[in-house]
């Protein structure tokens, strides 16, 4: 009978720093490095959008004065792309700008000059605050032909990379976590939206269609998601 592997594997949070200031840049790197992060630099914001959407990192460290794109129109793209925690910085003092960066979605804001243990600090509470420092190690699903790392929160299937929205990686690692057994919508509508979704259950059934789009060889004749009629939804793995 197939089963769902669990293992943990050691990592490193990855932070992607977005400062266009090389010294600063270097700084930065080298001390975040010190504390036992991986580091990817980017000097602009096309190529920061770039770096997030491949890498995925568990925080972005991002300016606000950048070359081609500046950071506040970084920030709005990715919040709305995704839940990666972002950190802002930047030389103006004004209490307009830290308001405008925290209203796109930005979850700390630091002004320059700035002690480099303040920094870090930050960057501690942040991980500690959205979940995404790991204690050494994280933990990866493999279902049949799926890969599911959830510390950096990517899917594979058949060793091709899928690109999956928030709730869709919440929803599949809710219905793999509970292989087997049959959950109405109404259970995953409160374990993936939480008590306070203001939707309906047409959400999951939306999401589902979606998720089966893409993991799904034939998403008409699903073998991993399968529906349970008058009840949800339950994930089998099958024999491949």
Same mark, same amino acid.
């Given at each position: 009978?197939?089963?769902?592997?669990?293992?943990?594997?050691?990592?490193?949070?990855? *932070?992607?720093?977005?400062?266009?200031?090389?010294?600063?840049?270097?700084?930065?790197?080298?001390?975040?490095?010190?504390?036992?992060?991986?580091?990817?630099?980017?000097?602009?914001?096309?190529?920061?959008?770039?770096?997030?959407?491949?890498?995925?990192?568990?925080?972005? *460290?991002?300016?606000?004065?950048?070359?081609?794109?500046?950071?506040?129109?970084?920030?709005?793209?990715?919040?709305?792309?995704?839940?990666?925690?972002?950190?802002?910085?930047?030389?103006?003092?004004?209490?307009?700008?830290?308001?405008?960066?925290?209203?796109?979605?930005?979850?700390?804001?630091?002004?320059?000059?700035?002690?480099?243990?303040?920094?870090?600090?930050?960057?501690?509470?942040?991980?500690?605050?959205?979940?995404?420092?790991?204690?050494?190690?994280?933990?990866?699903?493999?279902?049949?032909?799926?890969?599911?790392?959830?510390?950096?929160?990517?899917?594979?299937?058949?060793?091709?990379?899928?690109?999956?929205?928030?709730?869709?990686?919440?929803?599949?690692?809710?219905?793999?976590?509970?292989?087997?057994?049959?959950?109405?919508?109404?259970?995953?509508?409160?374990?993936?939206?939480?008590?306070?979704?203001?939707?309906?259950?047409?959400?999951?059934?939306?999401? *589902?269609?979606?998720?089966?789009?893409?993991?799904?060889?034939?998403?008409?004749?699903?073998?991993?998601?399968?529906?349970?009629?008058?009840?949800?939804?339950?994930?089998?793995?099958?024999?491949?």
């Amino acid at each position: 009978m197939p089963l769902l592997m669990i293992r943990n594997t050691p990592t490193m949070p990855n *932070i992607l720093l977005v400062e266009d200031d090389p010294t600063l840049s270097e700084t930065l790197r080298y001390n975040l490095d010190r504390e036992g992060y991986s580091v990817l630099t980017a000097g602009d914001g096309v190529l920061a959008l770039e770096l997030a959407r491949r890498e995925r990192p568990d925080l972005l *460290i991002l300016d606000v004065m950048l070359p081609r794109l500046d950071g506040f129109s970084v920030c709005r793209i990715l919040r709305q792309e995704s839940d990666v925690p972002i950190l802002m910085l930047t030389a103006r003092q004004d209490e307009v700008d830290r308001i405008a960066g925290l209203e796109l979605g930005a979850d700390d804001y630091v002004s320059k000059p700035f002690s480099l243990g303040e920094l870090l600090a930050r960057v501690r509470a942040i991980m500690r605050r959205t979940d995404r420092q790991p204690a050494g190690s994280r933990e990866v699903l493999e279902a049949g032909g799926l890969h599911i790392d959830t510390g950096s929160r990517r899917a594979w299937r058949d060793g091709a990379e899928v690109a999956l929205a928030q709730k869709e990686f919440d929803l599949l690692t809710c219905l793999i976590r509970n292989r087997g057994m049959a959950l109405s919508r109404d259970v995953l509508l409160e374990r993936v939206w939480g008590y306070d979704f203001a939707g309906d259950s047409r959400t999951v059934d939306v999401h *589902i269609r979606w998720l089966r789009e893409k993991i799904e060889p034939d998403p008409s004749r699903p073998i991993y998601i399968q529906t349970v009629r008058g009840v949800g939804y339950r994930f089998e793995i099958p024999q491949l």
